[in-house]
């Protein structure tokens, strides 16, 4: 199976920040990534897909890059409403596998 | 608007099989690749298996031994069977289907709302 990793588990931020999720692959997965947000409670909602295409109705302040086994989601002006858990998943793959999730939390 | 929902008992017995079943409104179930994803409390996402529309299935091989899942087009739905099921089962499970564009697949872009299965005596 191919292991994905997020860094950092848990990252404080304030309204206004730029924030960057980093997710490692244990092996090549080209673009096949993805990023989910997840909320309480909620279903996870996709963000992006392709490493850097944006879901339709996504906001313009979420972002995508990498290839390969290093990937990065950003988000820019941090929004009241971006404080959730954040998933990557590989689908280049079966199994598709998930990173372990990174909790964006108020400072 | 396509919508996903996902049904079946909240409490099993250690040992029993567990029954879900995912109903897709607002679309066709053909076409498409549709997932089983699960979450146990507190933790991450586990994906489970594939069936694609037209019956082709691709489970976890974590889980392989132990899952089924199929599909009813004339009913657009779609089901998991899980077998055997230890308290290690518990979690919310969720259905989702694959984005699709023209020819070509990416990620889950629509999923239910999950439904919680305890497994407990």
């Known amino acids: 199976d191919i292991q994905m990793t997020q860094s950092p588990s848990t990252l404080s931020a304030s309204v206004g920040d730029r924030v960057t999720i980093t997710c490692r692959a244990s092996?090549?997965?080209?673009?096949?990534l993805a990023w989910y947000q997840q909320k309480p409670g909620k279903a996870p909602e996709l963000l992006i897909y392709?490493?850097?295409s944006l879901e339709s109705g996504v906001s313009s302040r979420f972002s995508g890059s990498g290839s390969g086994t290093e990937f990065t989601l950003s988000i820019t002006s941090l929004q009241p409403d971006d404080f959730a858990t954040y998933y990557c998943?590989?689908?280049?793959?079966?199994?598709?596998?998930f990173g372990q999730g990174t909790k964006v939390e108020v400072k | 608007q396509v919508q996903l929902e996902e049904s079946g008992p909240g409490l099993v017995k250690p040992s029993e099989t567990l029954s879900l079943t995912c109903t897709v409104s607002g679309g066709s179930i053909s076409g498409y690749y549709w997932s089983w994803i699960r979450q146990p409390p507190g933790k991450g996402l586990e994906w489970i298996g594939y069936i694609y529309y037209s019956g082709t299935t691709n489970y976890n091989p974590s889980l392989e031994s132990r899952v089924t899942i199929s599909g009813d087009t004339s009913k657009n739905q779609f089901s998991l069977k899980l077998s055997s099921v230890t308290a290690a089962d518990t979690a919310v499970y969720y259905c989702?289907?694959?984005?699709?564009?023209?020819?070509?697949?990416?990620?889950?872009?629509?999923w239910g709302q999950g439904t919680t299965v305890t497994v407990s005596s």
């Open positions: 392709d490493a850097s």
């Open positions: 998943q590989q689908y280049r793959n079966y199994p598709w596998t």
């Open positions: 989702a289907r694959r984005k699709r564009v023209g020819a070509y697949y990416y990620a889950m872009d629509v």
């Open positions: 092996q090549s997965i080209s673009g096949w």
